[in-house]
């Protein structure tokens, strides 16, 4: 069984960080493309993060410069360390692992809640 846990969400004021972790079990984070994406109220989900398996990262200009995706072979995790935030990251973030290989199978964590005061 897969499963994708979030942690390190919360409450943060503006310009602070976060750094969130995704827990994998039943897959290596090695072995697929992971990625943190996030959901505000109302809008759609959005990638905010990328890395691929032979270790490339991308992100869009949104956020490029401040999140950062780090993988860990070894504790199977991949982390979003998030600064400067501001109200408009508020979201609920969510780890994702996509496979590249058929059949092409994408499992995503249940979410974290970050929210940002100004």
């Known amino acids: 069984q897969v499963q994708l846990v979030e942690s390190g969400g919360g409450l943060v004021q503006s310009g602070g960080s976060l750094r969130l972790s995704c827990t994998a079990s039943g897959i290596k984070v090695n072995e697929y493309q992971m990625a943190w994406y996030r959901q505000a109220p109302g809008k759609q989900r959005e990638l905010v993060a990328r890395i691929s398996i032979g270790g490339t990262t991308s992100s869009p200009e949104s956020v490029k410069g401040r999140f950062t995706i780090v993988r860990d072979n070894t504790k199977n995790t991949v982390s979003l360390q998030t600064n400067s935030l501001g109200p408009q990251d508020t979201a609920v973030y969510y780890c994702?692992?996509?496979?590249?290989?058929?059949?092409?199978?994408?499992?995503w964590g249940q979410g974290t809640q970050v929210t940002v005061s100004s």
């Open positions: 994702n692992a996509q496979s590249t290989t058929y059949p092409y199978i994408t499992y």
